[in-house]
């Protein structure tokens, strides 16, 4: 079988699933070449090898970039200070010192923001009946994480544009050009919160955060690394969210048994069904990792300086570790699904993510009694960051829902 796993016209078209099967199945190391050169990489697309590697950051670096396709340049100027291009020893201080920002006791208000934007959001699609969900997908995460940051309201639709031309526009010069005003924008934001902190997370990261440097040391964060890593804060929140999401009320809308079965289970159906919708989705597609020096992989030999593919929509869908892989199913237990990766490197955002992936459940399980397709979804042409970008949906109103506006008014 003929193996182009960097031709973005299946990504678009939503039909590389088949691929990865055949992979699995025959080829789980495997060695892609790249166009015009003899230069290539590994493709790994099990589950266990995908694991193994992600867990292994003392012989697979992330230093050298974390996709195919980046700049090595534009790596090589935030290595070792954004998370997910640094190794140990910077990477383990950086992430303890984000997740003093980012721990639960430091955002007490954080669930109640989200069900707000959340309430905020359903009740306007609910009104407006039939939408591109997409439109709301994408708001969620971008509003939550904006609150969270303080950027100003005026500012929060321009910020979630950014964002998307940032990784997912075709042109590099404008992705070039919308993480530069990114990266601006947070200096001047980080600048204003050095001089008047606030309530916020910037303010929490400029003033109470330190890395522990070891032997007692502790140092405050640089405005670089701050800057950097609120872009990778921005940015994760928004695509794995969004294109959840998306996915979710796309499968839905196909399988109204399903939601039916949900609606059955009630709250506490609806932490494995978040677990679910990660998995099938998996807006994730690949992660890079470079061995640092010569090692096996299930049998094959990679050498130091090889570079090291991690499918993680490949290990997603493993025979070997979930029962019937292609099915959706939200009562899905055990699901050790790698949609935010593994080990050190794990998503920074997972907590978040999840958060408002349950809320938007939860809000959408209280006022709808189901969704009906309007139109054909259609998928990005992304083999890093993929989902859908339009899905035209009818959102079927829950008479109870009907009956306590009306009754509160």
């Not at 526009?169 to 919308?178: H, I, K």
């Not at 939200?330 to 958060?355: I, K, M, Q, S, T």
Request: aromatic share 8%.
């Amino acid at each position: 079988m003929r193996v182009d796993l960097l031709d973005p016209a299946p990504f678009g078209r939503n039909d590389f699933w088949s691929t990865f099967t055949w992979l699995r199945a025959h080829s789980p190391v495997h060695w892609h070449p790249e166009p015009g050169g003899d230069d290539g990489f590994w493709v790994l697309s099990k589950h266990r090898d995908i694991v193994a590697v992600y867990a292994d950051s003392d012989t697979f670096g992330s230093d050298r970039g974390m996709r195919l396709g980046s700049d090595p340049a534009a790596v090589a100027a935030v290595a070792q200070r954004m998370l997910i291009v640094s190794d140990a020893p910077h990477h383990p201080r950086l992430k303890r010192a984000f997740h003093q920002a980012l721990a639960p006791q430091q955002m007490p208000g954080l669930e109640a923001l989200v069900e707000t934007v959340v309430g905020e959001l359903v009740a306007e699609a609910v009104e407006e009946g039939e939408l591109d969900f997409i439109d709301l997908a994408k708001q969620l995460p971008n509003r939550v994480v904006c609150a969270l940051m303080g950027i100003p309201r005026a500012d929060w639709a321009w910020i979630g544009a950014l964002t998307t031309d940032a990784f997912e526009s075709p042109d590099e010069t404008l992705r070039s050009r919308a993480h530069s005003e990114i990266f601006l924008y947070f200096i001047e934001l980080l600048g204003e919160r050095r001089a008047r902190p606030g309530d916020d997370l910037v303010s929490r990261i400029a003033h109470d955060t330190l890395v522990d440097e070891g032997e007692g040391t502790e140092r405050p964060l640089s405005d670089e690394e701050i800057v950097v890593n609120c872009n990778g804060v921005l940015s994760g929140a928004n695509e794995t969210t969004r294109y959840s999401a998306a996915g979710a009320v796309h499968m839905f809308a196909r399988l109204p048994e399903q939601w039916e079965l949900l609606r059955s289970l009630g709250t506490p159906g609806i932490a494995p069904a978040v677990e679910e919708i990660l998995r099938w989705t998996t807006p994730g597609v690949h992660a890079l990792r470079t061995a640092v020096r010569d090692t096996e992989i299930n049998g094959t030999r990679i050498a130091a300086g090889d570079r090291v593919t991690l499918w993680n929509v490949s290990a997603n869908r493993d025979e070997d570790v979930f029962t019937d892989p292609h099915a959706f199913r939200v009562d899905r237990r055990p699901n050790r699904h790698v949609a935010f990766g593994h080990g050190r490197h794990l998503c920074l955002g997972a907590r978040l993510a999840r958060l408002e992936l349950g809320a938007l459940l939860a809000g959408m399980l209280t006022a709808l009694d189901g969704f009906e397709p309007a139109g054909p979804a259609r998928f990005n042409s992304s083999n890093f960051t993929w989902g859908i970008t339009s899905l035209p949906v009818r959102l079927l109103r829950s008479r109870a829902f009907a009956h306590r506006e009306r009754a509160a008014l």
